[in-house]
């Protein structure tokens, strides 16, 4: 495999959007050559991934806290609710 900026045999990779670069100093040497909507492309997608992965594990904190704070575990907060 070789590296995106200067075409290099990879030793270690240094990924950037699942491309190889032999260096962080390739790996920003690409970033500088995209025009400024490539840019906004991958902020936006970045933002927008952040995001999903957010709402996707997010869970409400404060029971858990609560409840390990008290030393109860999650079996026994389990069985006072049913």
């Given at each position: 495999?070789?590296?995106?900026?200067?075409?290099?045999?990879?030793?270690l990779a240094h990924l950037y959007w699942g491309m190889p670069?032999?260096?962080?100093?390739?790996?920003?040497?690409y970033k500088g050559r995209l025009g400024e909507g490539t840019r906004a492309k991958i902020a936006?997608?970045?933002?927008?991934?952040?995001?999903?992965?957010?709402?996707?594990?997010?869970?409400?904190?404060?029971?858990?806290?609560?409840?390990s704070r008290r030393g109860v575990s999650r079996m026994a907060a389990?069985?006072?609710i049913a």
């Open positions: 495999m070789r590296c995106n900026q200067c075409r290099q045999e990879l030793g670069f032999c260096s962080t100093v390739c790996m920003d040497g936006s997608l970045v933002v927008a991934k952040t995001a999903e992965g957010r709402s996707r594990h997010w869970r409400p904190n404060a029971t858990r806290d609560n409840q389990a069985r006072k």
